[in-house]
């Protein structure tokens, strides 16, 4: 169990960010916690690939030893290069409410009280 | 529109964060880094640049129609390198050029660097680096222009 | 709106458990399953593919589908945004 701590550390960001997405009531912050899960998810990734006194898996000036595995890391390089497109498409959204109903509340959206 | 020290600053740095860019990406095949990183290095040393001068400085030099233009040619040239490895190769992604006499086709040593390595990685890299550049810098300039204008109004 | 945050914090809680007890039950930190796939791409990507770098070699030549659709969605991001913005500089 102890040498799960890098696990509970990744399961501790992707709750926080469910946690921000849930609970705050702005638009910018809902965002912003979909960004720590994409964060979350990419060290996940990083942390799976990981063994024991290992180097990164390039043979240029390495030290020698074990290497990480690259599949992982690569499909970490996928998914921020993903993170961003995402990110950019809900920022650029975002505005377009804001200047839509000249609020970012989104108990105050859609026009009707609840 | 910033300050004097901040446009002279960011003047006087955008050449080297371009150069070492340029240098991630170029040696995308051989050390940490390639096209989507070294092209998320160029990207960011523009927006400085566009953070520095303003948005109506930098919309005179350069569009967003040029910078989509940019971004396709880069997407073209990524599916025309997969595409040379269908024909010559005889599979879709192939490198067709790692173990030949072409250029890049050299075959690297343990631990020693050599630049003319890679097959079609360098290619790729180029190509990649080349969208992401112009995708990241437009989609900023495209944020950043609507906000100028509509705060102007 | 006090039921519906009951409700969200009693989701968040049941998710928050189930991730906490994979986090528990996966394996050690360190010594990961699944090696062939990856040692064969350790061992095997000097020669194939002529490249230094392990990931590069993977993100370009191995998995190069994966890249593929990878740039399809930064184009789709870029269209995204100059769409929602075009509109509005139009009026």
Do not use: F, N
């Given at each position: 169990m102890i040498a799960n701590i890098p696990f509970l550390a990744v399961m501790a960001m992707i709750i926080i960010g469910l946690a921000t997405v849930v609970f705050k009531r702005n638009l910018i912050k809902m965002v912003i916690g979909v960004s720590i899960i994409e964060s979350g998810v990419n060290l996940f990734l990083i942390t799976l690939g990981y063994r024991?006194?290992?180097?990164?898996?390039?043979?240029?000036?390495?030290?020698?030893?074990?290497?990480?595995?690259?599949?992982?890391?690569?499909?970490?390089?996928?998914?921020?290069?993903?993170?961003?497109?995402?990110?950019?498409?809900?920022?650029?959204?975002?505005?377009?409410?804001?200047?839509?109903?000249?609020?970012?509340?989104?108990?105050?959206?859609?026009?009707?009280e609840e | 529109m910033m300050s004097k020290i901040v446009k002279t600053i960011a003047g006087i740095s955008f050449p080297f964060i371009t150069i070492?860019?340029?240098?991630?990406?170029?040696?995308?095949?051989?050390?940490?880094?390639?096209?989507f990183q070294g092209g998320a290095i160029v990207a960011s040393g523009l927006i400085l640049l566009l953070v520095a001068y303003g948005t109506d400085w930098i919309i005179e030099k350069i569009k967003e129609s040029h910078l989509s233009i940019l971004e396709s040619l880069g997407a073209l040239g990524f599916i025309g390198v997969a595409f040379l490895g269908l024909i010559f190769g005889g599979m879709f992604f192939t490198n067709f050029i790692a173990g030949t006499s072409m250029l890049f086709g050299g075959i690297p040593t343990s631990t020693a660097a050599n630049i003319n390595t890679g097959g079609t990685l360098p290619l790729m890299n180029f190509a990649v680096g080349l969208k992401v550049i112009a995708g990241l810098f437009a989609i900023v300039l495209v944020m950043a222009y609507a906000i100028s204008k509509e705060e102007g109004e | 709106m006090e039921g519906r945050m009951l409700v969200a914090a009693g989701s968040l809680t049941i998710v928050s458990i189930f991730l906490i007890f994979g986090a528990l039950l996966i394996h050690p930190f360190g010594v990961p399953n699944a090696y062939k796939m990856d040692q064969y791409i350790i061992d095997h990507t000097q020669n194939e593919s002529g490249a230094n770098n392990g990931v590069t070699a993977v993100v370009f030549d191995y998995r190069g589908f994966d890249t593929l659709g990878e740039a399809t969605v930064l184009f789709t991001a870029v269209a995204g945004v100059i769409l929602v913005f075009r509109r509005v500089k139009k009026e």
């Open positions: 024991e006194h290992s180097v990164a898996p390039i043979y240029t000036a390495s030290p020698g030893g074990i290497m990480s595995y690259p599949v992982p890391q690569a499909l970490t390089l996928t998914s921020i290069v993903i993170g961003v497109a995402v990110l950019a498409l809900m920022l650029s959204l975002v505005i377009y409410i804001y200047r839509h109903y000249k609020t970012l509340d989104i108990r105050k959206l859609g026009g009707g | 070492y860019g340029l240098y991630v990406i170029a040696h995308g095949h051989l050390t940490p880094g390639g096209g | -």
